[in-house]
């Protein structure tokens, strides 16, 4: 009887292990289906965007970079002197000659000067060659380039051959994105730069800008982003750049990649910025030899990294970020370029890490809910499981890991809730048996009490126990028996058995069978009772 029972049991696990693994495998296929569908990304973004704002919105930028703005105050305060914008170009001979006084690094321009300011285009009039001229001296200027999707009756025109010839980044092979058109610094200009970089950045789906092609494609010739254009010459110089779709090889810098050839950008909350008013004001007190009036001074960018970009509204270079719904779109270049100086990489978790969570998570909360007995552990340790891991990809991400987040806790739910679907439909059916078969054998009250606590006594079969047996007849049966017919006797067991039954019952025993006449009840099981040889007593 014991072996038999022991099959019983490892024949329950055994199948209840199956159902493990099916549900395992479901729960993964479900997942990877959705997850590919892409109607986890939105949900996805939006936990990246909070793990940034926890964590990056007091990262300090690179020391070596500022940044240049375009103001509200710079547009009011300069408008007496340049009227309404767009500024003249000469205006900027000012800026470059102060950082050039500063011995700035480079100086970088987030603004198109793809036109000349003379409309019919036949001359250069004294603004873009004042530009020019202050571009050539300084040695040191890059200008902006974008390359755009738009298809229009300039699509897919040729670039100029001496742009190509000065600008290309022949060290560099990328077979990734093809753009249809472009707008380039006007002739003249791009001659005088001493590098160009492309500003185009292209928003994820939600609208948000989180990521930016380092090198860009035109027809058969790459040009750098303008980040690119600033940092490659630092740390790469003249050797051959590696750019594939998940990682590029700047030198011996080694930057990961989203696998669409796109580096997630690290934002940062902290920028060094100076409005291009004081700029101005500083050139001006230079050359009326009023230095001690200087609210910026040109030490202060003495070897630095500057870039000159707009952040007044109605220039229209807001970009909605992680970090703010209207940033100045020249944070962005600058955010990359820190991360690269100071290698600073997000780093995405490989494809094999996300499927092993998305199997281990689903295992450990199926698992408990299937063999433990009290469902409040069963349900409290996967859920304590999930909380442990959303906490744990806040963690990772403070040392720059991004981990699965969505699709790894909907893993969780949908487990959670497969498991329990299943283990209450079967322990219903399971109870509702239970009920039918024990009904006729055991009191009400005892029959609530197996079926309550059913998994605990299932668990316990094979095993000895101490019971008290109740075996009662009815004396002088045969007798009777010899001198009744038929109907008295059967009429005669009914009253007798129904009787004893209610007593049994009402004393909490176990009815076993009926003999002939004879009765045979037991205490003790299968509820366990102290006082069983009392309750048969009675």
């Known amino acids: 009887m014991i072996i038999v029972g022991q099959l019983v049991i490892n024949s329950k696990v055994k199948s209840k292990y199956i159902v493990i693994t099916l549900m395992t495998v479901f729960v993964l296929l479900c997942t990877m289906l959705l997850n590919g569908s892409g109607i986890f990304t939105r949900l996805q973004l939006s936990t990246f965007d909070h793990r940034v704002k926890t964590f990056r919105h007091d990262k300090s930028i690179h020391d070596d970079i500022s940044v240049v703005l375009i103001d509200e105050q710079s547009l009011q305060l300069l408008q007496s002197r340049f009227g309404r914008w767009p500024w003249p170009r000469s205006a900027y001979s000012d800026v470059l000659e102060f950082f050039t006084l ?223 719904p209207a940033e100045p779109g020249v944070f962005l270049h600058a955010a990359t370029v820190s991360n690269i100086l100071e290698q600073d990489f997000l780093k995405k978790s490989s494809v094999y890490f996300d499927y092993l969570v998305m199997v281990i998570i689903p295992v450990m909360t199926i698992i408990p809910i299937m063999l433990l007995g009290r469902m409040i552990f069963a349900v409290l340790i996967p859920v304590v499981l999930s909380i442990a891991y959303f906490i744990a990809t806040y963690v990772a991400f403070s040392s720059n890991w991004v981990l699965p987040v969505v699709e790894v806790l909907f893993a969780a739910i949908f487990s ?46 094979g095993k000895t126990e101490n019971l008290t047996i109740l075996f009662s007849d009815i004396r002088g049966f045969t007798n009777i028996s010899e001198t009744s017919d038929a109907k008295q006797i059967v009429d005669l067991l009914n009253i007798y058995f129904s009787a004893m039954t209610d007593i049994i019952f009402e004393q909490k025993g176990t009815l076993n069978k009926f003999i002939g006449d004879a009765i045979l009840a037991f205490w003790g099981a299968p509820i366990r009772s102290e006082i069983h040889a009392d309750e048969a007593l009675a």
């Open 102 to 324: 500063a011995k700035s690094q480079t100086v970088a321009f987030d603004i198109l000067f793809t036109e000349q300011q003379d409309q019919s285009g036949i001359y250069l009039n004294s603004d873009d060659r004042i530009l020019i001229d202050k571009t050539l001296q300084a040695g040191n200027v890059v200008h902006a380039m974008q390359l755009t999707h738009i298809v229009d009756q300039t699509s897919g025109r040729a670039l100029p051959q001496s742009f190509i010839q000065q600008h290309e980044f022949r060290q560099v092979k990328y077979d990734g994105v093809d753009y249809e058109n472009y707008l380039i610094p006007f002739d003249g200009l791009y001659q005088a730069s001493h590098a160009v970089g492309n500003l185009e950045i292209e928003p994820d789906s939600d609208g948000i800008y989180r990521r930016i092609r380092l090198f860009n494609k035109y027809q058969d010739s790459v040009f750098p982003a303008i980040s690119s254009a600033l940092v490659v010459p630092l740390i790469s110089g003249d050797s051959p750049i590696k750019y594939g779709l998940n990682e590029a090889t700047f030198g011996d810098i080694h930057i990961p990649l989203d696998g669409e050839g796109k580096f997630l950008i690290n934002p940062i909350g902290l920028v060094n910025t100076v409005s291009i008013s004081s700029i101005f004001t500083a050139m001006e007190n230079i050359r009326e030899g009023k230095s001690s009036e200087l609210k910026v001074n040109t030490q202060d960018f003495e070897n630095k990294i500057i870039l000159i970009g707009a952040s007044a509204i109605g220039l229209q270079d807001a970009k909605a970020t992680a970090l703010s």
């Open 416 to 461: 959670l809730l497969l498991a329990l679907y299943f283990r209450l439909s079967t322990e219903k059916k399971r109870k509702q048996k239970i009920g039918l078969m024990l009904s006729q054998y055991v009191s009400p009250h005892v029959l609530s009490e197996v079926i309550d606590h059913f998994d605990e006594l299932n668990t316990e079969i």
